[in-house]
């Protein structure tokens, strides 16, 4: 799409057309367009202290044009003023696309990937939760059924914050090894049947960094609250190897304030009696089972080298280990799947009981397999239904969502809902999807974020993605996690 601005807020008018028309490529040219040309003329003027965006659309032959106004924000806080304008520019857009699309997105004018965020601050504010959910309806145009979404996931997201102290932070450990590639990830992980002797080596740099990490949090003076061990598919590792690395951490750092300790085995061909006897002796106390699909042929399109009925297997694994909560990973829109198959892949699910329950969309990650490959994917208005089914039977069975956020490239511009059984929320998720205090990472490819959630300020710190890299430069990584310890310190005082 060719874009024609007045205006500086390129970014803004990106994002909404990447979010409304996914298959358009922004242009800036010189000269005018063509008839009949996508293209996007938005202005921004003043006058009279009032500010006027205006946007004109045309797509597919269709065209539309749309105006919105605000009072002139005050300049002397210019966050405020640019979200203002950026609001503005947003609602007109939109609405000029209204004329073009032949149906109104779920989330409106929101291109944001945080949309609970949004709804907690509301709530913070004072606003009651319908003054909320009007917010979202008039300003972002948000339909009815994903703004209550976004409402009750900022319930989860402030009793979560309630319940931290200004001390304490989360880890996450990344271990970049799967059995095998799936279409859609675009993760740096491992094949370890390739790469066995990398694993090794990779556990010694990461029981460094451990070390390290120790050191700081104690010159911190900071706690741990929570453990996230991903990447890759941790139980990738042996037995042992997963009883060595887990030991090492326990002894290396104070867990005393620890309450949620999860791993994801989101494989179901890594999980194995020994290895779910050492998470639970070991204390683990919530196990990723990720079947994406219960359908074979789905499976096996996305590359995975196990059945549905092995999902099950894994799954009874898990129950016997007395792991006491179970959250199982599904992806709406994944190539060979239809409406009816995904409806039986959740219904399956749903009858296995576990106590968490997440629906992801899928997004065309660049670097992944199906982003060259795109065939045998399910339509927009396919995925949308998908989730129209999911959504109500998930409140039927129990089920509330507890946290969620949105992506680029995500079909159907929809999203990623976390949903558990009351009392069961993974405070984990909650934490970093609201940005609510700092997630030390550790391992190959995890990316540090301190977090000071009364200014929104984030610093991130991210360690080399690949293997190799994080083992050779495992001294130079630990000395760059050294600024967690005034950073935590000027929050605790």
């Known amino acids: 799409m060719k874009l024609y601005l007045n205006h500086n807020y390129q970014y803004a008018i990106e994002q909404i057309t990447m979010v409304l028309f996914p298959g358009e490529k922004p242009e800036y040219p010189q000269s005018l367009p063509e008839p009949g040309e996508s293209a996007c003329r938005s202005t921004l003027t003043f006058e009279n202290g009032t500010a006027h965006a205006e946007t004109e659309l045309t797509v597919g032959g269709k065209s539309g044009k749309a105006e919105r106004a605000c009072p002139t924000p005050n300049q002397a806080d210019q966050l405020e003023y640019d979200r203002r304008l950026q609001r503005i520019l947003k609602q007109s857009y939109y609405q000029a696309a209204l004329s073009i699309l032949d149906e109104a997105p779920p989330w409106g004018a929101l291109t944001g990937i945080r949309p609970a965020k949004l709804a907690s601050k509301a709530l913070e504010e004072g606003l009651s939760e319908e003054e909320t959910a009007h917010r979202f309806k ?32 989360s880890l996450y450990l990344g271990i ?53 061990m991903g990447g890759g598919t941790p139980t990738t590792l042996s037995a042992s190897e997963l009883d060595g690395l887990i030991g090492h951490l326990r002894s290396a750092i104070d867990l005393s304030r620890l309450t949620e300790f999860t791993v994801e085995a989101g494989r179901p061909d890594t999980i194995t009696v020994d290895k779910m006897a050492v998470l639970k002796e070991q204390g683990v106390d919530r196990v990723s089972v990720n079947p994406q699909s219960m359908e074979d042929e789905v499976l096996k399109a996305m590359g995975r080298a196990h059945t549905a009925a092995d999902i099950l297997d894994a799954y009874q694994i898990v129950r016997d280990a007395g792991i006491p909560a179970v959250n199982m990973d599904l992806i709406a829109g994944l190539p060979k799947d239809t409406v009816s198959g995904f409806r039986y892949t959740l219904d399956t699910v749903l009858d296995l009981d576990p106590e968490n329950i997440t629906v992801h969309t899928l997004a065309l990650k660049k670097g992944s397999r199906l982003i060259m490959e795109r065939q045998g994917l399910p339509t927009g208005e396919e995925t949308a239904a998908m989730l129209d089914y999911a959504w109500p039977r998930l409140w039927q069975a129990g089920q509330i969502p507890y946290y969620l956020y949105r992506q680029k490239y995500m079909t159907g511009a929809l999203e990623n809902i976390g949903w558990c059984k009351p009392g069961w929320e993974g405070l984990y998720n909650i934490c970093i999807m609201e940005e609510l205090h700092t997630i030390l990472a550790l391992g190959a490819g995890g990316s540090t974020k301190l977090t000071d959630p009364s200014s929104g300020r984030v610093v991130r710190i991210t360690n080399p993605k690949y293997p190799k890299e994080y083992i050779d430069r495992i001294d130079t990584i630990c000395e760059e996690k050294r600024p967690l310890v005034e950073f935590q310190k000027a929050l605790r005082f």
């Open 138 to 169: 008039t300003e972002y145009f948000v339909s009815d059924s994903r703004t209550k979404l976004a409402i009750e996931a900022a319930k989860s997201g402030l009793a979560a914050k309630n319940s931290l102290k200004n001390d304490e932070i």
């Open 176 to 228: 970049p090894f799967c059995p095998t590639r799936c279409a859609y990830c675009s993760f740096v992980s491992a094949d370890v049947k390739r790469t066995l002797k990398m694993v090794s080596p990779f556990l010694t740099a990461l029981h460094k960094e451990i070390d390290a990490v120790a050191a700081l949090l104690n010159e911190a003076g900071v706690k741990v609250r929570t453990i996230y």
